[in-house]
């Protein structure tokens, strides 16, 4: 059976000294992946901290994980995550972005960044997964990231979980130091309802078209980086259903939405909002 695309809002890099309520839904979420779908294989996640000019996929035996922020706690920095890697689903990932049209490189250097890392400390603590990491060029469409979703979407039946991490929202400029638990601000629930709406619908014309139809778009998404895993994830994922399993808000500004793509067979949603 195979898993359902995620997109897994990514928060701030302290998410993972302090889970709060999105930490809490991750650690759920992935209790819940390894009961339901206990044989799979990896994970292959596309994170906005890794762009690229072209599409390219980790193909290292042991992927480093990556400091790649600055001002933070130290205890921060002492945070590993040492998965291995696979050079073997490597190979089949660049064969399939190369059907696909694509010209993909294969990337043998290049560690896990915190957008893959640190929601994967809580999905898979133990870290005994291979995980892979698939570069974002950016910038793209929508649609293109959607298609290089289907494109990767055999890769699920293969018995790998595909997850797009970024954010619902994503604003760096409207914070102010406000504690995490802040009210958010009024720009976020319109542009979030209005997402989960579309998504509930599958409508994808309105979603592709979100900047120009999406209530506060150029607020949220100032550059919309951290919302194209979203559409990777939506096209690496059966078109058959959205499950929204988590909606929180952090510092006022950073919605942590998280959402299944197909069939979320024991994938509970829940929400903090």
Known sequence: MAAPALFISHGAPTLA???GPSGRAMAQLGMDLRQHYPGLKGVIVMSPHWMTTRWSV???LSAPILHDFGGFPEALYRLEYPAPGSPEAADRIHALLEEAGQDPLKEPRRGLDHGAWVPLRYLYPEASL???QVSMPYPQSPRAYFRVGEALRPMADEGYLLVGSGGLTHNLGHFQGQPDTAAPLPYVAPFVDWFHQ??????L???FDYRQQAPGAALAHPTDDHLM???FA???GALSRATRLHSSVSHAFLAMDMYAFGNPVGLDSNSDV
């Open 17 to 19: 000294l302090a889970p």
């Open 58 to 60: 980790q193909s290292h």
């Open 130 to 132: 291979p995980v892979l």
């Open 198 to 203: 579309r998504l509930e619908a599958f409508d």
């Open 205 to 207: 014309d309105a979603l």
């Open 229 to 231: 895993p979203l559409f």
């Open 234 to 236: 939506l096209g690496a």
